[in-house]
């Protein structure tokens, strides 16, 4: 049993700080490692990314495009997938296929902000299957196989 008295680090584990300004005996002391004068021999320089003058790196590399922070991430799923799932008894196609089932049968991660479908792949199944978006082909096999898809995407308003 292990008492608290006994506790210790493993060997070598905890290194103890260097304690510079320390005096001449300590071989940090005087100016600390830091050189003779300087901007590096202040306390609180920023020299990060400094280049002597030069134009810095990162100002010298071409900056494109934007970044949507608010734009939507969705669960990209191809229909192959889904007709892999049914085969394998993971999905069952009389019921209702949405996000949270797709979810529980391993065909995607995570649901993020939708499901997306994508038109890889054959489809002969009657599915009936919920989701954010579809693309033309896929909304097409779905349909021509005989089943229902349900598009979860706000319409937008059609100015007049």
């Given at each position: ?7 210790a680090?493993?060997?070598?584990a905890?290194k ?7 005096g001449?005996?300590?071989?940090k002391?005087?100016?600390?490692g ?22 810095p ?13 608010g734009?939507?991430?969705f669960?990209?799923?191809n229909?192959w ?18 996000a949270?089932s ?5 065909v ?8 997306k ?5 054959e ?7 919920t989701?954010?978006s579809?693309?033309?082909?896929a909304?097409?096999?779905i ?9 979860t995407k706000p319409?937008?308003?059609?100015e007049?």
């Amino acid at each position: 049993m292990v008492k608290l008295n006994e506790l210790a680090d493993n060997a070598g584990a905890h290194k103890k700080r260097m304690r510079v300004g320390r005096g001449p005996g300590s071989g940090k002391g005087k100016t600390a490692g830091r050189g003779v004068k300087g901007q590096t021999s202040r306390t609180g320089h920023g020299m990060n990314s400094f280049e002597g003058g030069q134009m810095p790196l990162h100002m010298r590399m071409p900056k494109r495009g934007f970044n949507n922070p608010g734009a939507l991430q969705f669960a990209e799923v191809n229909l192959w997938r889904i007709v892999k799932a049914i085969e394998a008894g993971r999905l069952d196609a009389s019921q209702p296929i949405t996000a949270a089932s797709l979810k529980a049968a391993g065909v995607i991660r995570r649901e993020r902000d939708g499901v997306k479908l994508l038109g890889d792949g054959e489809i002969s199944t009657k599915i009936t299957i919920t989701a954010y978006s579809a693309t033309t082909k896929a909304k097409a096999a779905i349909e021509a196989a005989g089943g229902v898809l349900t598009l979860t995407k706000p319409v937008a308003a059609v100015e007049g």
